[in-house]
């Protein structure tokens, strides 16, 4: 099974290494990390780092394609007019397309979400109406061959979904058992709709400080109305 994970500067790690820990396991796993360019790909927090072993040109096909978000990133790849064909050219091989977090915003803008519900992170869930998608605040959602996911720890959980509907619901909970994922958070504060109103302030000025760190001027220049939107976050 291929499974092709999409990845590039300013993506936030987990949302690619989440998917991986769980969707490598399956029988005859593939898993190809593909970018622009081949290379090393640098995170959002500019310390950890990936390598992209394939660029696009090089990759035509996938079971399974996987769309990771960014704090800011996003913004860049939801424009890039290379990526978002290949994408759907992706797209129309695969027996899934997925995505984390602000992901959902790329296959939006490449056209695949409308009409379709779609969920992302809390932060920037309210661009998806700006492509035609139907925003919702399920931990993930399928509709047809899409599966979209929250924010970042979300891919776990639409991968142990996703895991169920390949190799069955048993193998899957032992795929979850294997990586040990039991979450049991110190703070009940992992949601915008638990969260009390000081922590999402706080939220919102750490994803606002971290957005224009992953910007460059010119970024923050040209995608100013998009930061703007980025600031409006609706709870709802």
């Known amino acids: 099974?291929?499974?092709?994970?999409?990845?590039?500067?300013?993506?936030?790690?987990?949302?690619?290494?989440?998917?991986?820990?769980?969707?490598?396991?399956?029988?005859?796993?593939?898993?190809?990390?593909?970018?622009?360019?081949?290379?090393?790909?640098?995170?959002?927090?500019?310390?950890?780092?990936?390598?992209?072993?394939?660029?696009?040109?090089?990759?035509?096909?996938?079971?399974?394609?996987?769309?990771?978000?960014?704090?800011?990133?996003?913004?860049?790849?939801?424009?890039?007019?290379?990526?978002?064909?290949?994408?759907?050219?992706?797209?129309?091989t695969t027996i899934w397309t997925t995505s984390v977090c602000s992901g959902s915003i790329i296959l939006a803008a490449a056209g695949l979400l409308k009409n379709k519900k779609a969920t992302s992170h809390w932060g920037v869930i309210h661009l998806l109406k700006s492509y035609g998608a139907i925003p919702t605040s399920e931990r993930y959602v399928q509709e047809g061959k899409i599966i979209t996911a929250q924010g970042v720890s979300a891919g776990i959980d639409m991968s142990l979904y996703l895991a169920g509907q390949i190799v069955g619901v048993e193998k899957a909970k032992a795929y979850q058992l294997f990586i040990e994922y039991d979450p049991s958070p110190p703070f009940n504060s992992g949601s915008i709709n638990k969260a009390d109103n000081g922590t999402i302030d706080l939220a919102q000025k750490i994803l606002g400080k971290e957005a224009k760190k992953d910007l460059s001027i010119w970024d923050i220049v040209k995608n100013a109305k998009t930061l703007i939107k980025l600031k409006k976050i609706n709870k709802n």
Do not use: C
Not at 25 to 39: I, N, S, T
């Open 1 to 92: 099974m291929e499974i092709v994970i999409y990845i590039y500067n300013g993506l936030t790690a987990l949302d690619a290494v989440g998917p991986y820990e769980v969707l490598s396991r399956l029988p005859d796993a593939d898993v190809k990390f593909v970018a622009k360019e081949k290379g090393v790909i640098v995170t959002d927090t500019h310390f950890l780092k990936l390598v992209a072993e394939y660029d696009m040109t090089e990759i035509e096909k996938a079971d399974i394609l996987i769309i990771p978000g960014s704090v800011a990133g996003f913004i860049r790849e939801s424009q890039d007019k290379n990526l978002l064909p290949w994408i759907n050219r992706i797209h129309e």
